[in-house]
């Protein structure tokens, strides 16, 4: 379904494309189908048909804005070929130029987890973690974010530059939004989803400034080093038993040591430090924020790589280093399979070589789509700016390892303090954010389909019933005329025959005649 969608000629296509990947996703969330449902205030051990159907539905209420932006396009130029699309464009009114845009940025934003339509992301983990490091990391969620890198001669035209900058600002939020979330996370897999969302705000952020390609070549170097991250927490819960938490685990650099060198690599290109794949492509998004003078877009996607590489190296100092807290729990890890390691071996590998195709990769984008406008902004790296943004991340990954990757003494300790406290309880429960739709959304809407149901069973159903019960009565009343009686069969064929001649009598009169035998009667009853 992502093939179809990539590799379309025409919106179409993308769309049938954009709907597999919907489907495909939400059986693959709901793979293990038979675990119990929980409430709601257990999130995040929420069931995985639940989250499917998240996922799912949450998708179709953004699929709909795609679907006007398509029916506009199809409406005002009568063709969805990307050539001819993108040629009549300029020739349109401004107004529609911008509900187009608009209405297929509200799909972009429903499939790439965007605020206000992201919280079915981090409850997709509920899904086996081989589908999340496919789906959740490489293909799907990318798909909105690939959407507007193909529309860019819509979002490059001057009409929508405000639609355009709303998604650089957008993007900008989401990254940010998505990282102090996944500073105190517990569950492995939802800190891996949640810079997932933070990275794919990035993306956004590039597109929106007009730095497409970045955006394109972020998005596939993010995709190796998320995918190896996603495979390196399903190696840690296949050794805990399927434990999430990582307060119950450390110490674990030993005993899977294989797993924890692809976890670091993969955190380190995470954080962009330098000569892995993050640092080429996320510095780039950074500087062109730079360039383009949106100079508080640039503060907070600085400030939000910093936080990326504290909670990145949260991950693995709280994983791998400190205390054997699992012990206590009595579990026993070790690594994966030989073979498993090994086929993780190539991602790790171009989580650290990709960002240096960096410049063939221009030249190979501008060479081959030269009819596509893409900023040039970043063409030459700025080391002052590069050279911010990695003493940055270095502070940060020193402060996790301070904090989380000491024994004995240093070990790390819970601050119940810290736990209770009103923005740790904000950031652990998402700004209360699912608890809003919860309360406000999904709750009055099933309290409503209740009610429906109600007027349903006793308006159309009981409808349906008494006009049931009717010809059962009807049925009743007339079997008594097949009674087996000769001269009571003859009795009725001759009430019939009657009813037909006076039916056929007045059916041959005209509208005048009856008037006129009414007037007849009334004369008799003066």
Excluded at 44 to 51: D, E, L, T, V, Y
Excluded at 240 to 269: H, P, Q, V, W
Excluded at 459 to 476: E, F, P, W, Y
Aim: charge should be negative; glycine fraction near 8%.
């Amino acid at each position: 379904a992502m093939m179809i969608l990539i590799m379309s000629d025409n919106f179409a296509g993308l769309f049938i494309g954009w709907e597999g990947v919907g489907v495909c996703s939400w059986l693959l969330v709901g793979f293990w189908y038979h675990k119990e449902d929980r409430p709601f205030e257990e999130n995040p051990s929420i069931s995985p048909s639940w989250a499917a159907n998240e996922a799912f539905i949450m998708n179709r209420v953004a699929d709909l804005g795609m679907l006007v932006g398509i029916f506009l396009i199809y409406w005002n130029i009568g063709s969805l070929q990307y050539d001819v699309v993108f040629e009549a464009m300029p020739n349109l009114a401004d107004g529609i130029l911008v509900a187009i845009a608009i209405a297929l940025f509200i799909g972009a934003m429903g499939k790439s987890a965007q605020f206000p339509l992201h919280t079915w992301l981090t409850d997709a983990m509920e899904g086996p973690t081989p589908v999340s490091a496919l789906i959740h990391a490489a293909t799907m969620v990318t798909a909105g974010v690939f959407l507007v890198i193909r529309a860019n001669p819509l979002y490059s035209l001057d009409a929508v530059s405000g639609v355009s900058m709303f998604i650089a600002i957008l993007g900008t939020f989401v990254a940010f939004y998505a990282a102090t979330m996944a500073l105190i996370a517990r569950d492995i897999k939802r800190i891996v989803a949640l810079s997932t969302l933070s990275q794919l705000g990035y993306m956004f952020a590039a597109a929106g400034l007009g730095a497409y390609w970045i955006a394109l070549f972020h998005l596939a170097a993010h995709a190796f080093f998320k995918a190896l991250l996603f495979l390196g927490a399903g190696n840690v819960m296949h050794a805990m038993n399927d434990e999430l938490d990582i307060f119950k685990m450390g110490g674990m650099k030993t005993a899977m040591r294989g797993s924890y060198i692809y976890m670091g690599i993969a955190s380190f290109a995470l954080a962009g430090l330098p000569f892995m794949a993050g640092f080429y492509s996320k510095d780039a998004i950074i500087e062109t924020a730079f360039n383009e003078g949106t100079f508080l877009i640039w503060i907070m996607l600085v400030i939000t790589a910093g936080m990326t590489a504290f909670y990145s190296f949260r991950q693995v100092f709280f994983t791998f280093h400190g205390e054997k807290r699992y012990e206590a729990l009595g579990f026993h890890p070790h690594d994966m399979y030989k073979y498993v390691l090994v086929a993780m071996a190539p991602l790790a590998i171009l989580a650290i070589s990709f960002g240096w195709t960096k410049g063939w990769y221009e030249e190979f984008i501008t060479r081959n789509l030269p009819a596509y406008t893409m900023s040039d902004a970043t063409h030459h790296l700025a080391i002052y700016l590069a050279a911010l943004v990695v003493i940055i991340a270095l502070g940060a990954i020193f402060l996790a390892w301070k904090k989380y990757g000491g024994e004995g003494e240093k070990a790390w300790k819970r601050d119940e303090k810290l736990e209770n406290s009103f923005i740790y309880k904000l950031l652990e429960n998402q700004y209360y954010v699912p608890k809003f739709y919860d309360e406000f959304i999904v709750r009055p809407y099933t309290i409503a389909s209740e009610k429906f149901w109600e007027l349903d069973k006793k308006l159309v159903d009981g409808s349906v019933d008494k006009v049931g019960r009717a010809c059962l009565k009807t049925g009743d009343v007339t079997r008594g005329m097949q009674n087996g009686n000769l001269s009571s069969y003859l009795k009725w064929m001759g009430v019939g025959a009657v009813i037909l001649i006076v039916i056929a009598a007045v059916s041959t009169l005209t509208t005048q005649d009856l008037i006129e035998c009414l007037r007849a009667v009334a004369g008799k009853g003066e």
